[in-house]
């Protein structure tokens, strides 16, 4: 099975999905990162840029993650992009990646870059193309999802929990590559607070440990067994 990860930014894919993806990983599965965005200057200089860059790759391998593709558009200026380059960009890796399963960013995130790379994703996953994605998740992200201003399009309501309790370290070790990323506690972008939401999604399902996802989409086989 293909999995196909969307991320706005170099981190968000193990943030929201790290322990997922080395499950995913674990069971044979080939998994994909598509990173949206690079920092731009002044922000971010070209040497920091590479840094993170690299922080990135080696996190995903760690998941193992079979290939991480950067499509290198202006992170937090998604808003001068045209529609059409960013859902084209996307269109492309969907087909050629061809996922059984695509995860995205929760679309009532705080960051405008994650709404944007939400919408562009729901169209490069439209069931329209040669190939046809079965389901589509979306993510929570700590320190951009629930900050929004409270409404009920805002709120991430997970109806999927996947349980991740043998892979909550991995998923942790991945984030702590992030050296330019990663923040003391209480900081939500910190070792302590991903493991603690971790821990609390598994504790609702009776489980030890979860990632929690919004289930957008979801298409079925036509065939009849027997």
Same mark, same amino acid.
Request: glycine share 6%; aromatic share 2%; proline share 9%.
């Given at each position: 099975m293909n999995v196909l990860v969307i991320a706005p930014h170099r981190d968000d894919e193990? @943030?929201?999905?790290?322990?997922?993806?080395?499950?995913h990983s674990y069971l044979g599965d080939s998994v994909f990162v598509c990173i949206l965005t690079h920092g731009v200057?002044?922000?971010?200089?070209?040497?920091?840029?590479?840094?993170?860059?690299n922080e990135c790759i080696e996190a995903d391998k760690l998941l193992g993650v079979k290939e991480t593709l950067f499509l290198n558009f202006p992170a937090a200026m998604l808003e001068t992009v045209s529609r059409y380059e960013l859902n084209d960009a996307l269109i492309k890796v969907?087909?050629? @990646?061809k996922p059984d399963v695509a995860y995205i960013p929760h679309c009532g995130d705080m960051h405008l870059d994650h709404k944007i790379v939400a919408d562009a994703a729901m169209v490069a996953l439209r069931p329209k193309y040669q190939h046809i994605v079965k389901k589509i998740y979306a993510y929570e992200t700590l320190s951009e999802t629930g900050w929004d201003v409270p409404n009920t399009a805002n709120e991430f309501m997970p109806m999927s929990y996947n349980d991740i309790n043998g892979y909550l370290d991995l998923k942790i070790d991945a984030i702590k590559r992030f050296t330019t990323q990663i923040a003391?506690?209480?900081?939500?972008?910190?070792?302590?607070?991903?493991?603690?939401l971790a821990i609390y999604r598994g504790a609702s399902m009776n489980m030890q440990a979860a990632e929690a996802f919004i289930?957008?989409?979801?298409?079925?086989s036509g065939e009849v067994s027997g």
């Open positions: 193990v @943030i929201g999905v790290g322990g997922t993806i080395a499950k200057e002044p922000v971010c200089t070209p040497l920091l840029d590479a840094k993170i860059k969907v087909q050629r @990646i003391d506690y209480p900081n939500p972008r910190s070792a302590e607070a991903i493991r603690a289930l957008l989409r979801e298409i079925c």
